[in-house]
């Protein structure tokens, strides 16, 4: 967790309400992928980014890679959306994807 | 989302128990990783094949742990003497490229008694 700092690490919201992740990365990172983990323990992907800004439905996301940070900005929250997010980066320098430690998002009504 | 498959979903094996999982990769991903994921969401990458060849493996993986992705056979991974320090979920991904987007399997959830 140390190289991908993940905040806050729960968020608890209404629904209907937005809210945003953040991750800092300490390594120079030069993909970053989102996921949410559902109880059962399944990824499911939800970016893959470049430096840059993507939108999927309720769901958008930034990676600066100069400044070295990502975010993952929720609108309209919804019950579906409870789960713990984790950013998780790639570099020129070590195999595999750097996870930071996750977000637990839980929505009430 | 992900086509990748892993069995089984549970494992509970003794200490000084092999253990060993199991990980189809989506069709045309010729790049397999295996992830370790502990009780603190902690994730460590373990080893990543091309085809069926090693790319990279940790210090960790090459003691006691063994893996291979043999040719029109699931990739597995398999712990030669399990210890409860093994006791995780495992993830099996696979990609189009070294560096590409990856994709997840269910995981396999190991128990070390």
């Known amino acids: 967790g140390d190289k991908v700092k993940q905040s806050p690490s729960a968020l608890s919201l209404q629904e209907g309400t937005n809210s945003a992740l953040r991750c800092n990365f300490s390594?120079?990172?030069?993909?970053v992928q989102w996921f949410l983990q559902n109880p059962r323990g399944s990824l499911i992907n939800l970016f893959y980014?470049?430096?840059g800004t993507k939108e999927n439905g309720r769901l958008k996301s930034t990676f600066n890679s100069k400044e070295s940070y990502s975010t993952l900005h929720i609108r309209d929250a919804q019950l579906e959306d409870s789960g713990t997010y984790f950013c998780a980066a790639e570099n020129n320098y070590a195999q595999g994807l750097t996870f930071g430690l996750g977000t637990r998002v839980s929505v009430f009504p | 989302n992900s086509k990748v498959i892993q069995t089984p979903r549970y494992l509970v094996k003794g200490q000084g128990q092999k253990a060993k999982m199991r990980c189809i990769p989506e069709k045309g991903h010729p790049v397999v990783f295996w992830y370790q994921q502990n009780k603190n969401n902690e994730f460590k990458f373990l080893i990543n094949f091309q085809n069926q060849e090693v790319l990279q493996q940790i210090d960790m993986t090459e003691k006691r742990f063994s893996a291979e992705c043999p040719s029109n056979s699931p990739c597995s991974l398999e712990i030669q003497s399990s210890e409860a320090g093994d006791s995780a979920l495992y993830l099996c991904?696979?990609?189009?490229?070294?560096?590409?987007?990856?994709?997840f399997g269910p995981g396999t959830r190991l128990t070390v008694l």
């Open positions: 390594i120079a990172a030069t993909t």
């Open positions: 991904a696979s990609s189009l490229g070294n560096y590409a987007e990856q994709f």
């Open positions: 980014l470049v430096p």
